[in-house]
């Protein structure tokens, strides 16, 4: 069984502050992904990280998915109350499960004005 | 519709009875996938459909539980026999073909809650 440990497991920030979440494994993951879910909707992806040692940018969020494969991070610059959400990363498995998500916990995260 | 549409949004029943949650997946989309999130837990993987087969139904937790999906496209998640343990939010998701680096597309789930 594959297990994704996401550290901290909450996060209550104030605005313009950064902070670093943190999603790690003893399992190799084929591509891990990262997920933000508001309160009563599904999640919604963010983005998706295949290489080892790969970093994504996507505004004031940056992804860095691991050499081995095996853990990855989430960096937020200058949070706004607008990133307020729980941050889920899920990696893929390899080969023939590579159809399957497992989710860690979650990180909740709430950026105060 | 343009996303993932599932049914009944919520629903509060009493311990023993049956429940039929449905899911409606994005138009075309081949892979369906059902997860259940608990209070302090992560989605929990159940079952993932590649058209209307299941070949990985490895995460649906008993035989209280089952799933079907036909023509390719709606999906009915059944819980016989409803637990107090069974309250949770259901997840369902659609991809393209199935993961491989592709993204899944989730709706808004299911609160189930049982007295």
């Known amino acids: 069984t594959q297990l994704l440990e996401q550290s901290p497991q909450f996060l209550s920030i104030q605005e313009g502050e950064n902070l670093t979440v943190y999603c790690n494994s003893s399992?190799?993951?084929?591509?891990l992904q990262w997920y933000r879910q508001e309160p009563g909707e599904g999640p919604v992806l963010l983005v998706t990280?295949?290489?080892?040692?790969e970093v994504k940018k996507l505004k004031r969020l940056t992804f860095q998915f691991g050499d081995a494969r095996k853990d990855s991070s989430l960096h937020i610059t200058a949070a706004q109350p607008g990133d307020t959400g729980l941050y889920l990363c899920?990696?893929?498995?390899?080969?023939?499960?590579?159809?399957?998500?497992?989710f860690g916990k979650g990180t909740l995260l709430t950026v105060n004005p | 519709g343009a996303g993932v549409s599932q049914s009944p949004s919520n629903k509060v029943t009493e311990k023993g009875k049956d429940v039929e949650l449905r899911c409606d997946p994005i138009?075309?989309?081949?892979?369906l996938y059902w997860y259940r999130q608990s209070l302090g837990q992560g989605l929990e993987f159940l079952i993932y459909?590649?058209?209307?087969?299941?070949?990985?139904k490895s995460g649906l937790p008993s035989d209280r539980f089952s799933a079907e999906r036909t023509g390719g496209s709606v999906s009915t998640l059944t819980i016989q026999r409803t637990q107090q343990e069974d309250s949770a939010v259901y997840l369902c998701?659609?991809?393209?073909?199935?993961?491989?680096?592709?993204?899944?597309?989730f709706g808004e789930g299911s609160r189930l809650t049982v007295l």
């Open positions: 399992s190799v993951f084929s591509s």
């Open positions: 998701a659609s991809s393209l073909r199935g993961l491989a680096g592709g993204e899944l597309f």
């Open positions: 990280v295949v290489t080892g040692g």
């Open positions: 899920a990696g893929a498995g390899s080969g023939g499960s590579n159809y399957k998500l497992t």
């Open positions: 459909f590649q058209g209307n087969s299941a070949p990985d």
């Open positions: 138009s075309g989309h081949t892979a």
